[in-house]
């Protein structure tokens, strides 16, 4: 008898967990759009505020001393629902980026805000901090809080490079966010 009740406790916790756990999975929430990143020209929408004089490389490759190592940036970039900027704006990615490898490879550490300005999560934001190797095809990055409909949330933020002009890029992301219980 003790046996029985002990396999049916067992069975029934098991049963509660698969529950909760397939009941977050439904909450999910996954949202794509695509992040304009423009570091210089005359309408920047991000800006080095710190980092080595532009030539103490000794060369004169201004390309490679303003991604240098150390270099800062702050950010207030547009995100739309499709590649075209004149597309829906669904938000604003504000934050900063930081140049944070010394090897032959461009490694960002990022710490920013996605906030939402139009739609079902207007008012709401989600913020991300880690590495970006923007190298990379995809890029993974922990999604650490949020705001709003996202309070309290984690989950993860998938980075993919649509389009480069010089140092001008559109970066598509592709969100997961799993809201707090």
């Avoid at 423009?38 to 080095?48: E, F, K, L, Q, Y």
């Avoid at 240098?68 to 990615?93: E, K, Q, W």
Wanted: hydrophobic share 40%; glycine share 8%; net charge neutral.
């Amino acid at each position: 008898m003790a046996y029985t009740s002990k396999l049916l406790c067992f069975v029934l916790v098991a049963f509660l967990v698969a529950s909760a756990s397939e009941a977050r999975k439904r909450n999910q929430t996954h949202i794509q759009f695509y992040m304009h990143d423009t570091p210089g020209g005359p309408n920047a929408s991000a800006v080095r505020v710190a980092g080595q004089p532009i030539n103490a490389t000794g060369s004169n490759n201004t390309d490679a001393s303003m991604f240098g190592f150390g270099s800062i940036y702050v950010m207030d970039n547009s995100l739309t629902a499709t590649p075209d900027i004149n597309s829906t704006l669904i938000g604003r990615a504000q934050g900063l980026y930081a140049v944070a490898s010394q090897e032959n490879e461009l490694n960002l550490h990022m710490t920013l805000t996605y906030n939402f300005v139009s739609g079902v999560y207007n008012g709401s934001s989600v913020s991300v901090v880690g590495r970006n190797p923007v190298m990379n095809e995809v890029r993974e990055m922990p999604v650490v809080g949020g705001t709003g409909v996202f309070r309290l949330a984690r989950g993860f933020a998938l980075a993919k490079t649509h389009s480069m002009n010089q140092w001008d890029a559109i970066i598509e992301y592709n969100v997961t966010i799993i809201p707090y219980y």
